[in-house]
């Protein structure tokens, strides 16, 4: 985890309110590796291991993410849940 619970974002400064980071040896559109939030984990962590429950598409960006958990999320609690940073895109919550 690059930004665990509960630590800023080093560049816009917000807020993390998930353990948030990226999936190693993975590329994205956006040139560096596949972002992902982890839902249901309260504590701040280095590293988890847990499914990929769903993917949050930007639409106008192209830095996606994966939502990983070991429970189930509702689209609308996902949504709830990424809020602090999905809120500045326009995405939507697709599901395999």
Do not use: W
Not at 34 to 43: N, P
Not at 56 to 61: F, G, S, T, V
Request: net charge negative; charged share 30%.
């Amino acid at each position: 985890m690059d930004r665990p619970l509960g630590s800023r974002h080093p560049k816009h400064g917000f807020l993390c309110l998930l353990n948030y980071g990226y999936i190693e040896n993975t590329l994205s559109d956006d040139g560096e590796e596949l972002d992902a939030y982890v839902l249901g984990c309260f504590e701040p962590v280095e590293k988890f291991t847990g499914k990929v429950i769903a993917y949050i598409y930007r639409k106008n960006d192209n830095d996606d993410k994966f939502i990983f958990s070991n429970k189930d999320y509702t689209d609308e609690q996902i949504k709830a849940l990424t809020e602090f940073q999905e809120r500045y895109f326009d995405s939507i919550i697709i599901r395999k």
